[in-house]
């Protein structure tokens, strides 16, 4: 078998055509092209990456909410969801309008700028023997420090879920007017550091392995099973580099829930947090487990809604 390092656009495993079926093969499943021949081949993995990260939000945001208590005050799952209950019914769902506004549109770069960057840098370097690795790897890299441009919503997000500010803020809205109004644009980028330490490599290792781990799963001999594939390597690559990168989201977290005063560098809050945990790796990675689950479930859903939204539009 032969194993590819990326996941290039033409290599995508076509659906199995069964006789007597009105889809041929490769086709869209919307009539006369529908969405995806307004779209273009360009525009629609913006859409499906946008979609498919708004149906992974809407499922997973209740069991975020519980990691991000984790990642802040070092406490047990079991404390987190209590701290939950006590906050009550109507604020379960505070603080979901930034993450489904950044996560909607950073998945959406994800994707469609990964294709644009691995197209455009394709055609320069094409003459050139520059490995298709490297160029992809620099096209996913490019791409995730793209999405960092939208901190801001990571950084509202993180206030609203921090009890300690639910009598500060009230929503989204009014989080940004307070936070321009009184410290202005730069404390909406609090945090970008250990975001751009995670956004590129997280990219090119995802990009990277996303198709190698699919092609040694069993193939697939219907629409069904490719959806189980696309869920299973999605949620694997993302459980993965969920717990390799926990540390910088434990570093995030702590930096963003700080509203005004000093930047502090990435090493300062790590050891900062270090301290507080007693120098143990168990409790830097508290709730690491609860990630791991998290991310296996989040990104299980969002590769196979994107994968089976290129096939459908």
Known sequence: ?????????????????????????????????????????????????????????????????????????GVRATEAVQQLQRDGLRNLYRGLLPPLLQKTTTV?????????????????????????LVTRSFAAALAGTAEAALTPFERVQTLLQDHRHHGRFNNT??????????????ECYRGLVPVLLRNGPSNVLFFGLRGPIKEQLPEASSRVGHMVNDFVCGGVLGAALGIMFYPLNVVKSRAQSQVGGAFRPCSEVLLTVWRERGGSLALLFRGAHLNYHRSLLSWGIINATYELLLKVI
């Open 108 to 132: 959406a770069i994800m994707f469609g700028l990964y294709q644009d960057f691995s197209r455009v840098l394709l055609d320069q370097v094409g003459s050139r023997n520059v490995p298709e």
């Open 1 to 73: 078998m032969t194993v590819t390092t990326m996941d290039p656009e033409p290599a995508r495993t076509p659906q199995p055509h069964h006789q007597g079926s009105s889809v041929a093969k490769g086709s869209p499943l919307l009539p006369g092209g529908g969405l995806g021949a307004w779209l273009g081949p360009r525009g629609k993995h913006y859409v499906c990456g946008s979609v498919a990260a708004f149906t992974n939000i809407v499922v997973t945001f209740p069991i975020q909410k519980v990691l991000f208590r984790q990642q802040l005050h």
């Open 173 to 186: 809205a009014h989080t940004f007017r307070t936070l321009l109004s009184e410290y202005g644009y730069r």
